[in-house]
C-alpha cells in the first residue's frame, strides 16, 4: 500500500522558518513528480510547489524566492523549505505524489505563523 507520511510542522514567528518532510512508502518514489499544496481555514487546497522526477521546480507566485522544494531519492523523501514566513502563510500542508493513474495524499501538517 502506498503511504505519504509528513512531518516538520509546527508553530513559528513571522520571518521564520520551517521544514517540511514528507517519506513515501510502497512505490517506485524516483519515478514521479511530487507537489505540496496547502488549505487554509475556510479556503479550498491550493498548490505551493511542485518538482519533478528530473529535479525541475515550480511555485506559486506568493511563494517564489522563500520557499524551496527538492528530493532525496535515496530516502524516498521530498521537502518543503521555507523561510521568511508570512501569518498568510498559515494553513494546513500536503504532500502529493503524481503516479500515472491516480495521486497519492500525506495526511496534512499544521504551519502556524504568527507573533
Known amino acids: 500500500q502506498v503511504q505519504l507520511v509528513q512531518s516538520g510542522g509546527g508553530l513559528v514567528q513571522p520571518g521564520g522558518s520551517l521544514r517540511l518532510s514528507c517519506a513515501a512508502s510502497g512505490i517506485a518514489f524516483g519515478r514521479y513528480d511530487m507537489s505540496w499544496h496547502r488549505q487554509a481555514p475556510g479556503n479550498q487546497r491550493d498548490f505551493v510547489a511542485r518538482?519533478?522526477?528530473?529535479?525541475?521546480?515550480s511555485y506559486v507566485e506568493f511563494v517564489k524566492g522563500r520557499f524551496t522544494i527538492s528530493r532525496d531519492n535515496a530516502k524516498n523523501t521530498v521537502y518543503l523549505q521555507m523561510n521568511n514566513l508570512k501569518p498568510e502563510d498559515t494553513a494546513v500542508y500536503f504532500c502529493?505524489?503524481?503516479?500515472?493513474?491516480?495521486?497519492?495524499w500525506g495526511q496534512g501538517t499544521q504551519v502556524t505563523v504568527s507573533s
Open positions: 502529493n505524489l503524481h503516479a500515472p493513474s491516480t495521486n497519492y
Open positions: 518538482i519533478t522526477g528530473g529535479g525541475l521546480t
